[in-house]
């Protein structure tokens, strides 16, 4: 993402724009440019319980949703990221902190969103079947029911439905092989 500069399309930066890049510190650089959007909650307590819930995304989640979907890492590892992260999450809100989009929920879509589809569409090096295994547990035990509940918020926004399609993933467009 570029900022400053001359006006120039889109697809030609300008050199004398600064050029920002990686979605974690974009997505502060947003909330703090733009106070009035609220992805930074004005609450000290709420703006801390957003950055550590991003750091246990990091920490805890990320590198095991790519350990279990990309490098057959055990599926408990990915359970332990996920209760990790649901452990998080402040009981009776619709997202992370509260029932509006903060920067932890805006942090957190693109992998949760991907990680419902990988599963549900049994999309990984794990062994077959997994990955639906773990969708189905994750859907039905009440143990669950909050990460659920937020995953499925995160789903429902309209920012997730315009950037990230529902596409149907066959086998030729998926790069990955089964052992």
Do not use: C
């Not at 999450?89 to 902190?97: E, Q, R, S, Y």
């Amino acid at each position: 993402m570029t900022y400053g500069g001359p006006e120039v399309p889109p697809d030609q930066p300008s050199p004398e724009s600064f050029k920002l890049r990686e979605s974690g510190p974009i997505i502060e650089w947003v909330a703090d440019t733009f106070p009035s959007s609220g992805l930074l909650p004005q609450d000290p307590l709420l703006r801390y319980k957003a950055r550590i819930f991003i750091d246990v995304l990091g920490s805890k989640l990320i590198s095991a949703y790519h350990g279990f979907a990309f490098r057959d890492t055990p599926v408990e590892t990915l359970i332990k990221g996920i209760e990790a992260l649901q452990a998080e999450l402040v009981p009776g809100t619709k997202f992370a902190i509260n029932d509006q989009i903060t920067i932890a929920d805006a942090a957190a879509a693109p992998f949760l969103v991907r990680l419902e589809l990988v599963l549900r569409n049994d999309v990984g090096l794990f062994a077959e079947g997994e990955g639906k295994k773990l969708h189905e547990l994750l859907s039905t035990d009440a143990k669950f029911k909050r990460f659920w509940s937020y995953v499925l918020a995160l789903k429902e926004r309209d920012s997730v439905v315009k950037t990230f399609p529902e596409v149907r993933m066959r086998p030729e467009y998926v790069a990955l092989e089964r052992h």
